[in-house]
């Protein structure tokens, strides 16, 4: 009944709603990731320079402050605190094997991360090293990679991915990623279990990007929420290894990497020591508490203001880097995620110059996406306006800023209601749904809607499609496949002339019936009965009318 409601709703906003302007978008992409704007690195003047832009475009698309109450009223900006952490000076890091000592350098052997325990110095010797497959602990699925290996003193070097991606088939989804493939999961896990440190054997196909991505996103400042007990999610080291130099070291300490990585597929699994290969470290880290912004601007609704849509998309990017080739050190994010910026403002001016639809409606950008979804995790769990009554998240990370496609897809396999509506909605732009093309990469849990889903808030992660009308899919996978392989994390991410919007401009139309509807509606859109999140989102269900 719920869909169908809603479906009945959405003749009133056929396709010839507000038209969506493909100049501005581009010109509102070209400013953020000018290097005048460095990357948009939290806690810098990039970030000073972003916020200032956006709070002077949701003010002159007419919108009012939806941020943190200050002396009574509301402010454009919530304030995030967050643990900042940088390397300060030279990383040694060296592998010996008992007859020699290699030395291993920074950014091209290992992507060692700055430590977010709060500790001034990483400094050890001759740390064992300990292979423990996958890393994952499922009870449910009756998994455990450990088997009781203590893991204090030592290094712990695991696999990315999940079990089964190799084959297809197995206990974690096939090919689709589980939370335990995710780097996230191999972090934690390994902080609970007190090891010294982990390091991620980085492999292009299940990690889904190169050693590029890895080394820039790992190897600038880091940041986290503020912790009580730091340690408890993090081990003193985080790191990735090449993984060449992986089966070199497992090679030097009698072991085949190839057969344990099979056997790590299975329940049998037992961890293995790398016998007489042992690592050193030693470097210092910058610890502080900074301050960031998530922004947040809101039509109030007319008719029931304390129900809130939320559309989002993550302001920030990896800011001032390690060089390219080039010489190039400002890490742009034109795509990633310039688009979903510009996408978010022109939804707000479509938004300011409507009559205000029955609930309201709040335009979130928010920080430190690329830290690891900080910004949303924050306002998740200091939320502006309650998540109890939060109708649903549209969530725009990375759009194409090309041609129109025939398709659309969401990041990650969830069912849910919002994406129900959402491909009923598509229908009217003659867009078709294409599920998540690379469920192995594991998306879901990489953008700033997962905040809001794993407390129980329909959210989606909206993606661009890949068949394109010029150019079909041949012409679609040949972009994304140059993005992801040329430009992602990279500072080559750079805006271009010859990009048309076209597809943005389209697909807007859509993503503003579908909030809309949503805002004129009083129904509540739920997960799938057999979704992960529905309990949690059941357990507010008497806050919601």
Same mark, same amino acid.
């Given at each position: 009944?719920?869909?169908?409601?809603?479906?009945?709703?959405?003749?009133?906003?056929?396709?010839?709603?507000?038209?969506?302007?493909?100049?501005?978008?581009?010109?509102?992409?070209?400013?953020?990731?000018?290097?005048?704007?460095?990357?948009?690195?939290?806690?810098?003047?990039?970030?000073?320079?972003?916020?200032?832009?956006?709070?002077?475009?949701?003010?002159?698309?007419?919108?009012?402050?939806?941020?943190?109450?200050?002396?009574?009223?509301?402010?454009?900006?919530?304030?995030?605190?967050?643990?900042?952490?940088?390397?300060?000076?030279?990383?040694?890091?060296?592998?010996?094997?008992?007859?020699?000592?290699?030395?291993?350098?920074?950014?091209?052997?290992?992507?060692?991360?700055?430590?977010?325990?709060?500790?001034?110095?990483?400094?050890?010797?001759?740390?064992?090293?300990?292979?423990?497959?996958?890393?994952?602990?499922?009870?449910?699925?009756?998994?455990? +990679?450990?088997?009781?290996?203590?893991?204090?003193?030592?290094?712990?070097?695991?696999?990315?991915?999940?079990?089964?991606?190799?084959?297809?088939?197995?206990?974690?989804?096939?090919?689709?990623?589980?939370?335990?493939?995710?780097?996230? $999961?191999?972090?934690?896990?390994?902080?609970?279990?007190?090891?010294?440190?982990?390091?991620?054997?980085?492999?292009?196909?299940?990690?889904?990007?190169?050693?590029?991505?890895?080394?820039?996103?790992?190897?600038?400042?880091?940041?986290?929420?503020?912790?009580?007990?730091?340690?408890?999610?993090?081990?003193?080291?985080?790191?990735?290894?090449?993984?060449?130099?992986?089966?070199?070291?497992?090679?030097?300490?009698?072991?085949?990497?190839?057969?344990?990585?099979?056997?790590?597929?299975?329940?049998?699994?037992?961890?293995?020591?790398?016998?007489?290969?042992?690592?050193?470290?030693? $470097?210092?880290?910058?610890?502080?508490?900074?301050?960031?912004?998530?922004?947040?601007?809101?039509?109030?609704?007319?008719?029931?203001?304390?129900?809130?849509?939320?559309?989002?998309?993550?302001?920030?990017?990896?800011?001032?880097?390690?060089?390219?080739?080039?010489?190039?050190?400002?890490?742009?994010?034109?795509?990633?995620?310039?688009?979903?910026?510009?996408?978010?403002?022109?939804?707000?001016?479509?938004?300011?110059?409507?009559?205000?639809?029955?609930?309201?409606?709040?335009?979130?950008?928010?920080?430190?996406?690329?830290?690891?979804?900080?910004?949303?995790?924050?306002?998740?769990?200091?939320?502006?306006?309650?998540?109890?009554?939060?109708?649903?998240?549209?969530?725009?990370?990375?759009?194409?800023?090309?041609?129109?496609?025939?398709?659309?897809?969401?990041?990650?396999?969830?069912?849910?209601?919002?994406?129900?509506?959402?491909?009923?909605?598509?229908?009217?732009?003659?867009?078709?749904?294409?599920?998540?093309?690379?469920?192995?990469?594991?998306?879901?849990?990489?953008?700033?809607?997962?905040?809001?889903?794993?407390?129980?808030?329909?959210?989606?992660?909206?993606?661009?499609?890949?068949?394109?009308?010029?150019?079909?899919?041949?012409?679609?996978?040949?972009?994304?496949?140059?993005?992801?392989?040329?430009?992602?994390?990279?500072?080559?991410?750079?805006?271009?002339?010859?990009?048309?919007?076209?597809?943005?401009?389209? +697909?807007?139309?859509?993503?503003?019936?579908?909030?809309?509807?949503?805002?004129?509606?009083?129904?509540?859109?739920?997960?799938?009965?057999?979704?992960?999140?529905?309990?949690?989102?059941?357990?507010?269900?008497?806050?919601?009318?």
């Amino acid at each position: 009944m719920l869909v169908l409601s809603l479906m009945a709703a959405f003749a009133a906003h056929a396709a010839a709603g507000p038209e969506f302007d493909a100049k501005r978008l581009s010109h509102d992409v070209k400013v953020l990731s000018s290097d005048e704007f460095e990357g948009r690195g939290p806690n810098t003047a990039g970030e000073t320079k972003t916020v200032k832009f956006l709070i002077e475009q949701f003010k002159a698309a007419g919108l009012q402050p939806a941020g943190d109450v200050v002396k009574g009223q509301r402010s454009w900006t919530q304030d995030v605190p967050l643990g900042r952490f940088e390397i300060k000076g030279p990383v040694t890091l060296s592998v010996s094997d008992g007859k020699t000592v290699q030395p291993l350098k920074q950014g091209d052997d290992l992507a060692v991360r700055a430590a977010m325990t709060g500790a001034k110095l990483v400094d050890f010797k001759n740390a064992p090293l300990v292979f423990v497959g996958y890393g994952v602990t499922a009870p449910e699925r009756k998994w455990d +990679d450990f088997k009781g290996q203590d893991l204090k003193g030592k290094l712990a070097v695991v696999l990315i991915n999940d079990p089964d991606f190799e084959t297809g088939q197995g206990e974690f989804g096939g090919k689709a990623m589980t939370y335990y493939g995710r780097w996230t $999961y191999k972090y934690e896990e390994m902080a609970r279990r007190g090891a010294l440190g982990t390091i991620i054997v980085h492999e292009t196909a299940p990690a889904s990007y190169g050693w590029n991505t890895v080394k820039n996103s790992n190897t600038n400042v880091m940041y986290d929420i503020v912790r009580k007990k730091p340690s408890e999610a993090h081990a003193p080291m985080e790191a990735w290894i090449q993984r060449d130099l992986a089966v070199d070291l497992f090679k030097r300490g009698g072991l085949d990497f190839e057969a344990l990585k099979k056997q790590a597929q299975t329940r049998d699994f037992k961890p293995a020591e790398l016998k007489g290969v042992t690592l050193s470290a030693n $470097y210092a880290v910058d610890a502080q508490v900074i301050v960031s912004k998530n922004v947040a601007a809101r039509v109030v609704g007319a008719k029931a203001p304390n129900e809130t849509v939320i559309y989002s998309g993550h302001w920030d990017h990896l800011g001032v880097g390690l060089p390219d080739a080039k010489g190039d050190k400002i890490y742009n994010g034109a795509v990633d995620n310039g688009t979903g910026i510009a996408a978010l403002l022109e939804l707000a001016r479509a938004y300011g110059k409507a009559p205000a639809p029955a609930r309201s409606v709040v335009f979130l950008a928010v920080t430190a996406e690329e830290k690891g979804l900080l910004g949303s995790e924050y306002y998740a769990a200091n939320p502006l306006y309650p998540l109890a009554t939060t109708v649903g998240v549209i969530n725009m990370d990375a759009l194409s800023p090309d041609g129109v496609a025939r398709n659309f897809t969401i990041s990650g396999s969830a069912k849910l209601d919002l994406l129900d509506l959402l491909v009923a909605k598509a229908k009217q732009w003659n867009l078709v749904y294409a599920p998540d093309p690379k469920p192995e990469a594991g998306h879901f849990f990489r953008s700033d809607h997962f905040p809001f889903a794993k407390r129980g808030v329909p959210a989606i992660s909206y993606g661009s499609g890949d068949d394109l009308v010029v150019g079909g899919l041949e012409a679609g996978h040949k972009v994304e496949e140059a993005y992801v392989t040329n430009n992602y994390h990279q500072p080559s991410d750079e805006w271009s002339a010859s990009w048309t919007f076209a597809g943005m401009s389209h +697909d807007l139309g859509m993503l503003y019936a579908l909030g809309r509807d949503l805002g004129d509606s009083k129904s509540w859109p739920n997960w799938a009965k057999d979704a992960e999140f529905r309990a949690a989102r059941d357990a507010s269900a008497a806050k919601r009318k």
